[in-house]
């Protein structure tokens, strides 16, 4: 168990996870890029972060819920897209797509999801009629294949794409050297993938990362989807003004949970400079590290609208499928609607930059 997880309906569910997951799929969900840097960086910046609450403004119960390109959400707290869900529950997608649309939030499936992207939505309209799902996207160097994934996607009914840029290589990651874990094994496979062009009927491609995509490739998408696109992995704010300048609808602060770029810093130490370039433009969601409520509402504070969990979601569809994403979401939306009120806030807009501070460098040196 990660060392200093407190004691709670979370914490008791990645215990419990990391006990019956077979070690090498554990290990692909719980391990990161290099030296596992940027993965606990993630977690531990959180941990440095302290909350000033505001008193006594007659807020009221806080209006949780956030509005998204193409989706309305009960709760900032969204689902990040994570491969393989079959690897940790046999009912893999499906489950987490019901517990999502049951807690009122987003999914954002990943491509190299275990269950197909309309067997995915289907699952999420079955609990709710209006449910979002978002698809996670990366960019194929053969555009062909983009094209296809992209009008599975719509067919599907995902309300919005998530290009994934933060990959222009796969990341290097020991555990699963280690474990020679570089494949799914038999009997799964990428749904998404299957019967594209330039694969035998019947068959799946490999998913292909490539260091020569380029913002021309991702105007290339937006000329082709009538869906708002928003990019994930952003951590430099002139990226950030790029992809607005680029019609992008929302980005994503992200180091893909410190999967790739090790050196990359902690996402909600990246957050304040990209709110500060994208100034409201688009929304500015962040994932990596959010472990409780009190993370969220920092992220709120510091310029997000909404956050996305990748790991937690992970453990509860591990240790109880899904009733266990039910309450990791539950727990976490809760958890939010508390901090909210403790804080003051009316809603999650109702926070500013001044209310988060560095604990032990704040105080008496900053007077
Ligand atoms: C097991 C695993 C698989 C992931 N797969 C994908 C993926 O296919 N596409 C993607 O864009 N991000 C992927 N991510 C990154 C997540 O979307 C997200 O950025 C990250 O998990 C957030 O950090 P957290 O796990 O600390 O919440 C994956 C993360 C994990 C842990
Ligand atoms: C299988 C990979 C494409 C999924 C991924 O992005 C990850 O493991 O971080």
Same mark, same amino acid.
């Not at 949780?64 to 390109?69: D, H, I, K, R």
């Not at 799902?133 to 067919?155: H, N």
């Not at 019967?195 to 490999?206: E, H, Q, V």
């Given at each position: 168990?990660?060392?200093?997880?407190?004691?709670?309906?979370?914490?008791?569910?990645?215990?419990?996870?990391?006990?019956?997951?077979?070690?090498?799929?554990?290990?692909?969900?719980?391990?990161?890029?290099?030296?596992?840097?940027?993965?606990?960086?993630?977690?531990?910046?959180?941990?440095?972060?302290?909350?000033?609450?505001?008193?006594?403004?007659?807020?009221?119960?806080?209006?949780?819920?956030?509005?998204?390109?193409?989706?309305?959400?009960?709760?900032?707290?969204?689902?990040?897209?994570?491969?393989?869900?079959?690897?940790?529950?046999?009912?893999?997608?499906?489950?987490?797509?019901?517990?999502?649309?049951?807690?009122?939030?987003?999914?954002?499936?990943?491509?190299?999801?275990?269950?197909?992207?309309?067997?995915?939505?289907?699952?999420?309209?079955?609990?709710?009629?209006?449910?979002?799902?978002?698809?996670?996207?990366?960019?194929?160097?053969?555009?062909?294949?983009?094209?296809?994934?992209?009008?599975?996607?719509?067919?599907?009914?995902?309300?919005?794409?998530?290009?994934?840029?933060?990959?222009?290589?796969?990341?290097?990651?020991?555990?699963?050297?280690?474990?020679?874990?570089?494949?799914?094994?038999?009997?799964?496979?990428?749904?998404?993938?299957?019967?594209?062009?330039?694969?035998?009927?019947?068959?799946?491609?490999?998913?292909?990362?490539?260091?020569?995509?380029?913002?021309?490739?991702?105007?290339?998408?937006?000329?082709?989807?009538?869906?708002?696109?928003?990019?994930?992995?952003?951590?430099?704010?002139?990226?950030?003004?790029?992809?607005?300048?680029?019609?992008?609808?929302?980005?994503?602060?992200?180091?893909?949970?410190?999967?790739?770029?090790?050196?990359?810093?902690?996402? *909600?130490? $990246? @957050?304040?400079?990209? +709110?500060? #370039? !994208?100034?409201?433009?688009? /929304? =500015? %969601?962040?994932?990596?590290?959010?472990?409780?409520?009190?993370?969220? *509402?920092? $992220? @709120?504070?510091?310029? +997000?609208? #909404? !956050?996305?969990?990748?790991? /937690? =979601? %992970?453990?509860?569809?591990?240790?109880?499928?899904?009733?266990?994403?039910?309450?990791? @979401?539950?727990?976490? +939306?809760?958890?939010?609607?508390?901090?909210?009120?403790?804080?003051?806030?009316?809603?999650?807009?109702?926070?500013?930059?001044?209310?988060?501070?560095?604990?032990?460098?704040?105080?008496?040196?900053?007077?």
């Amino acid at each position: 168990m990660t060392a200093g997880l407190p004691p709670d309906a979370i914490g008791g569910l990645h215990e419990k996870a990391l006990a019956q997951l077979d070690p090498a799929h554990r290990d692909f969900f719980e391990g990161g890029a290099g030296r596992e840097t940027a993965l606990a960086e993630n977690v531990r910046a959180f941990g440095r972060l302290a909350l000033l609450p505001r008193v006594l403004r007659g807020a009221g119960p806080p209006d949780t819920t956030v509005e998204l390109p193409g989706a309305r959400a009960a709760t900032p707290v969204l689902v990040a897209p994570t491969a393989f869900h079959r690897l940790a529950h046999p009912d893999g997608e499906r489950a987490t797509a019901r517990a999502a649309a049951a807690a009122g939030t987003v999914l954002i499936t990943a491509m190299a999801a275990t269950t197909a992207v309309r067997d995915v939505v289907a699952a999420a309209r079955e609990v709710r009629a209006d449910a979002s799902v978002w698809f996670q996207l990366y960019l194929q160097p053969r555009a062909d294949v983009t094209d296809a994934l992209v009008r599975r996607a719509e067919e599907a009914g995902c309300t919005a794409l998530v290009v994934t840029a933060d990959s222009p290589v796969f990341g290097r990651r020991a555990r699963d050297d280690r474990n020679g874990f570089h494949d799914l094994p038999p009997g799964y496979a990428a749904e998404n993938m299957r019967d594209l062009p330039g694969a035998a009927p019947g068959t799946t491609l490999d998913i292909a990362m490539s260091p020569a995509l380029s913002w021309d490739d991702l105007r290339r998408l937006r000329e082709r989807t009538a869906l708002p696109v928003l990019v994930k992995g952003v951590l430099h704010p002139d990226d950030a003004r790029i992809a607005i300048g680029e019609g992008v609808a929302g980005l994503i602060v992200s180091n893909h949970g410190g999967r790739q770029l090790d050196a990359a810093p902690a996402t *909600v130490e $990246a @957050l304040p400079r990209i +709110a500060e #370039a !994208v100034a409201g433009r688009v /929304p =500015v %969601l962040l994932d990596g590290g959010v472990r409780s409520g009190a993370d969220v *509402v920092a $992220a @709120l504070a510091l310029g +997000a609208t #909404a !956050v996305g969990v990748g790991r /937690p =979601v %992970l453990w509860g569809l591990a240790a109880e499928g899904e009733a266990g994403v039910a309450r990791v @979401l539950a727990e976490l +939306a809760e958890q939010t609607a508390h901090v909210l009120t403790l804080c003051g806030a009316r809603d999650c807009a109702d926070l500013d930059r001044g209310q988060v501070v560095v604990r032990g460098r704040w105080g008496v040196a900053d007077r």
